[in-house]
């Protein structure tokens, strides 16, 4: 037991320089996409295109974001988490500058929608990779929340700038000096996303004699130790129906927050919310997801039933979606604002650490990957609905009860999912006393 601490405590030390290292990576790459809503309009005006399309490269930004992850898998395994994790920063940066550059919709569509979100995706499995074989279980939520502060902390000051420069300097050389401002942070922070100590149960626990099931016990989850191939073991991941429980549930949430993040500016608008009450309450949101981060960064490792807090989170979303779109007085707004900002920030990190934490397979990147699939295919789609829902009604009312409709699914799908994790721990603890005859 004594030779475990060494290894998580040393494991543990890394794990923290590669959060470090991913806030400041994700301050330079998720920002960008995060603020995309601050310049939707303008880019929808001068390209002459309709809510949908516009929505589209937003869409394309955000699903190609997360589902680019199995070839991230693939790249790491070929290369290596830190050439592939530079790489993907240079070449984000170099998308945003050829954005700039673009007149056509389609270039657009490929360069900030397509490419820029890949080369994100890489840079987030590789973060989030890195910090789940870096850290022991108890310091995951608390790695991922750092993290995830970069990246709204990003969001906050790069939405502020397009506010300001998208107006003066128009949207195409904001996109230019985003370039810049992607390369000074996340190209050096890239350096440091790897691993480092796998955390493959030392050979220092192994002379002690201790198994990989009582390192995984002593550290309070029971994953599947295997020694199968790669591909077998994705192969009977996506076999089981517990693995196709957690997509949807996770599909569907997302679906309703790709509106949020997407389409919110847009939503205001549509109701003739006057241009200083929408900063407002974009800035709310931004604030609030920060501070909801900052929360899980301080308390993060005392949270112990992380897929129950997910649930919990699905259930509020349900009245306050409905809410929104019946009751568009500024109180409602104000309180609705700060309820999406903690909501989706929470959204962000524990969607991914309670994954595991339900899956328990052997390989977190397995988890990772297909949690990172399901947001992706919801962000691809997500906007459509609403979009087409607008662009038929002129307004995002029914949009917003539908997405109600989607976090009550979600939240039914993952308490399935933990009710079958329970029973599931139980069964194998019963096995295992039958088997030492206690």
Same mark, same amino acid.
């Given at each position: 037991m004594n030779a475990m601490m060494v290894t998580a405590t040393s494991s543990n030390m890394w794990g923290y320089i590669v959060s470090i290292a991913g806030f400041a990576a994700f301050a330079g790459c998720a920002a960008p996409i995060n603020s995309y809503g601050r310049i939707f309009t303008a880019i929808q005006h001068d390209l002459n295109i309709t809510s949908v399309e516009a929505g589209w490269?937003?869409?394309?930004?955000?699903?190609?974001?997360?589902? #680019?992850?199995p070839l991230a898998v693939v790249l790491v395994q070929l290369t290596g988490y830190r050439t592939v994790a530079v790489f993907a920063a240079v070449m984000m940066s170099g998308a945003y500058f050829m954005t700039s550059l673009m007149e056509s919709y389609i270039g657009i569509l490929l360069l900030y929608g397509l490419l820029a979100g890949v080369m994100c995706c890489f840079v987030v499995h590789i973060t989030f990779s890195s910090i789940l074989k870096a850290f022991d279980p108890s310091h995951h939520n608390r790695g991922a929340s750092i993290v995830a502060c970069g990246s709204s902390l990003g969001t906050i000051i790069v939405s502020m700038a397009y506010e300001k420069l998208t107006v003066s300097i128009g949207w195409r050389r904001t996109l230019q000096i985003t370039?810049?401002?992607i390369a000074i942070l996340s190209i050096p922070a890239a350096f440091f996303l790897t691993p480092h100590d796998k955390r493959k149960y030392s050979n220092v626990a192994a002379s002690a004699g201790e198994t990989k099931e009582e390192v995984a016990l002593a550290d309070g989850?029971?994953?599947?130790?295997?020694?199968?191939?790669?591909?077998?073991?994705?192969?009977r991941l996506l076999l089981m129906w517990r693995s196709w429980l957690l997509f949807f549930g996770l599909f569907f949430p997302a679906m309703a927050w790709s509106v949020y993040w997407i389409n919110i500016i847009s939503f205001y608008e549509s109701i003739s919310v006057p241009a200083d009450d929408i900063f407002l309450y974009v800035s709310i949101q931004t604030f609030s997801d920060l501070a909801g981060r900052i929360f899980l960064c301080v308390f993060g490792t005392y949270l112990t039933h992380v897929p129950a807090i997910v649930i919990g989170c699905n259930l509020i979303f349900v009245p306050v979606t409905a809410v929104m779109a019946m009751v568009t007085v500024k109180p409602v707004l104000i309180l609705s604002s700060f309820a999406i900002g903690v909501g989706r920030g929470w959204f962000t990190i524990l969607s991914l650490t309670a994954s595991v934490d339900l899956l328990q397979v052997a390989n977190?990147?397995? #988890?990772?990957?297909?949690s990172l699939l399901a947001l992706g295919f919801a962000f691809l789609i997500g906007t459509v609905p609403a979009g087409l829902i607008y662009d038929m009604t002129g307004s995002y009312s029914y949009a917003f009860v539908l997405n109600? #409709?989607?976090?009550?699914?979600? #939240?039914v799908l993952f308490a399935i999912l933990l009710v079958l994790k329970k029973a599931r721990r139980r069964r194998?603890?019963?096995?295992?006393l039958s088997l030492t005859g206690t």
């Open positions: 490269i937003g869409s394309v930004s955000w699903s190609s974001n997360f589902l #680019a992850s370039s810049l401002y989850y029971m994953p599947e130790v295997t020694d199968e191939p790669e591909n077998k073991r994705w192969l977190s990147d397995q #988890a990772v990957s297909l109600s #409709a989607f976090y009550l699914v979600g #939240a194998k603890l019963s096995q295992r």
